[in-house]
């Protein structure tokens, strides 16, 4: 299948995060993205820039003014102070309950505690320009799908899957998921699957959709009672007003084995044959590997061409967008794997 690669993503490399109070390198780093495209390439799979401009879609997903923050956030970094270039900002304030979201601060740091779920999002030099051309890889690999394929990749970071209408986090800034997801509904799919096999949850994504009946979401992911995001994605959350009976959580302890984690994306894939949907995003998430540092599920390589083989069962077309996994050298393999696996069971584009 036609993999659509940002090219971009190299400026997005912040150099170090916070992790369980200490300053850490980060774990999120263009490294990752090299090691699946040259394992793409090295299978023999096609890699090519996306050319679909996502910024209609992006303004469809996100709020305007976090996208306007979000895209001029680093000019407004540096204007504070030239040194800036060589710091990398963090939120220390967030507007919590009883606190008021509706008023944008002056202050910038309190600015980027509105559009921040947490302090584990660092921005670069080069955050915004890699993360639309992210989306604009998402947007191109849908509608390759639209146009009748039956599967693109959208090979790119920084991931998306934690990034919601108008907030950052969990290392995401535009939500690649949701702009191919809703690039397929303007092009005629009347329902479309949204599957999330990330160890965590999908939060930003279940919030974009949550009151809607046409993107079904469904998550299998890491107990959220001990996981992060910590505060979304337990199995009482399945929607609201039209969206009731639209969102689907799916938690699973950590530790959990291979048996475990299939039974559970076999419920998954029940429900989105349910749906009768006409198209499947799939946000896939390869930190589910038994060897990832900040993970706690335990699937080998062998697993990840079995993930593929059932969802090509589904018979849909397919849009993967790549999300976490931060057992970077191994990253590549797994990737590959899913996606011979859905073209050996006869899922071919």
């Known amino acids: 299948m036609i993999t659509f690669f940002n090219p971009l993503h190299h400026g997005h490399a912040p150099a170090h995060e916070f992790f369980r109070g200490e300053r850490v390198p980060c774990f999120e780093t263009p490294a990752r993205l090299d090691y699946v495209a040259a394992a ?41 102070d030239a040194a800036n270039g060589q710091r990398q900002p963090f939120p220390s304030v967030w507007p919590i309950r009883t606190l008021r979201a509706d008023r944008e601060p002056d202050n910038f740091i309190a600015r980027l505690g509105l559009y921040s779920m947490d302090n584990g999002s660092p921005l670069a030099a080069g955050t915004w320009a890699a993360a639309k051309a992210g989306a604009d890889a998402a947007a191109s ?32 800034f535009l939500n690649n998921a949701a702009v191919a997801a809703q690039w397929l509904r303007q092009q005629g799919a009347a329902r479309v699957a949204l599957l999330d096999v990330d160890y965590h949850h999908g939060n930003g994504t279940q919030s974009i959709f949550y009151q809607r009946a046409d993107v079904l979401f469904v998550s299998l992911h890491g107990d959220p009672r001990t996981e992060y995001p910590f505060y979304l994605g337990h199995a009482d959350e399945t929607g609201s007003a039209a969206g009731l009976g639209y969102n689907l959580n799916l938690p699973l302890p950590a530790g959990s084995d291979a048996a475990c984690w299939f039974a559970a994306l076999e419920q998954a894939c029940t429900r989105i044959a349910a749906h009768q949907a006409q198209a499947l995003v799939v946000s896939l998430g390869l930190d589910t590997f038994v ?19 059932r969802l090509a069962r589904l018979g849909l077309p397919v849009v993967f967008v790549l999300e976490g996994g931060y057992a970077a050298a191994e990253l590549g393999s797994n990737a590959v794997n899913v996606l011979e696996g859905f073209e050996n069971q006869g899922g071919r584009a």
């Open 291 to 309: 060897g990832d540092p900040i993970s706690r599920f335990q699937l080998t390589q062998t697993d990840f061409s079995r993930l593929g083989q």
């Open 40 to 80: 793409l390439q090295a299978r023999g799979h096609r890699l090519q820039q996306g050319t679909q401009d996502s910024a209609a879609v992006l303004a469809q997903v996100h709020a305007p003014r976090y996208l306007e923050f979000l895209q001029t956030s680093w000019a407004q970094w540096l204007a504070l």
């Open 141 to 172: 690999a849908a509608a390759h799908v639209a146009a009748g394929a039956r599967a693109a990749f959208c090979c790119t970071r920084p991931p998306g899957h934690h990034a919601g209408p108008d907030f950052m986090g969990g290392y995401c």
